[in-house]
């Protein structure tokens, strides 16, 4: 079966800061990853997507993402954090091939102090 | 272009009622799923509808039902509420492909007392 694990829930990071929010995954076969953002009282955005290729992944609002198959990770970068980056994180996999249901980490609330 | 909408935004119920969640895809998408997210938790998949069909369904109870009209719009069924059905209920749509990111609607907030 498919997880995903978030080791943490808090991350706290300066204004202009890098910023690095973890994810570790298990599937059973090639993994589809994604990384969503909540602000309060919203839906989830989707911010970058791996399935195949170049193991950095672009996306948007200026954040990328590291696929290492080796350490069965994912983890959510941004070089320079911004205040307004501040919101809840998900990291979310699901089995290739197939069309299995994406299943979510628990969360990792990301706070920016200025 | 609208994004994905759901309707109503806020309902509280009490034990034992029913209600029915509303949403419409994104233009263009013909799939839709349904999520529930608890408090502090992240989503959790309840089911997929492609082509009027229940395709896939997590592990919820039959309480919980749905179904996909003509123009791709989905309904969320939910009976004999309990109270720890209380909860964010997220709708995401998606083209066809099993390739293709869903886009999320703002969600439902249900309240169960």
New interface residues.
């Given amino acids: 079966a498919q997880s995903v694990a978030q080791p943490e829930d808090q991350v706290n990071v300066a204004e202009g800061n890098p910023l690095t929010v973890k994810c570790t995954y298990s599937v059973s076969g090639n993994p589809y990853l994604f990384w969503y953002v909540q602000y309060p009282n919203r839906g989830l955005q989707f911010l970058l997507k791996y399935i195949t290729g170049d193991n950095l992944v672009k996306g948007s609002y200026g954040f990328e993402a590291e696929f290492n198959k080796s350490q069965t990770s994912f983890h959510l970068k941004k070089p320079s954090a911004l205040v307004s980056d501040s919101a809840l994180y998900f990291c979310a996999v699901r089995d290739i091939p197939g069309n299995t249901p994406l299943v979510f980490g628990k969360g990792t609330r990301l706070s920016v102090i200025a | 272009d609208a994004g ?1 909408t ?1 309707s109503p935004t806020h309902l509280i119920k009490t034990r034992g009622q029913q209600v029915t969640l509303r949403c419409s895809p994104k233009s263009g998408h013909d799939t839709v ?1 349904w999520y529930q997210q608890a408090l ?6 309840i089911f ?1 509808y492609y082509e009027e069909e229940e ?2 369904r ?1 592990n919820f109870p039959d309480r919980f039902s749905g179904h996909q009209f003509p123009n791709y719009s989905s309904e969320l069924n939910v009976n004999a509420l309990l109270l720890g059905d209380s909860a964010l209920y ?1 709708c ?1 749509s998606k083209r066809g492909s ?2 293709n ?7 439902t907030r249900l309240t169960v007392l």
């Fill in positions: 994905v759901q799923s502090g938790q992240g989503p959790q998949f997929q395709r896939q997590g997220l995401a099993s390739y990111e869903q886009f999320f609607g703002p969600g």
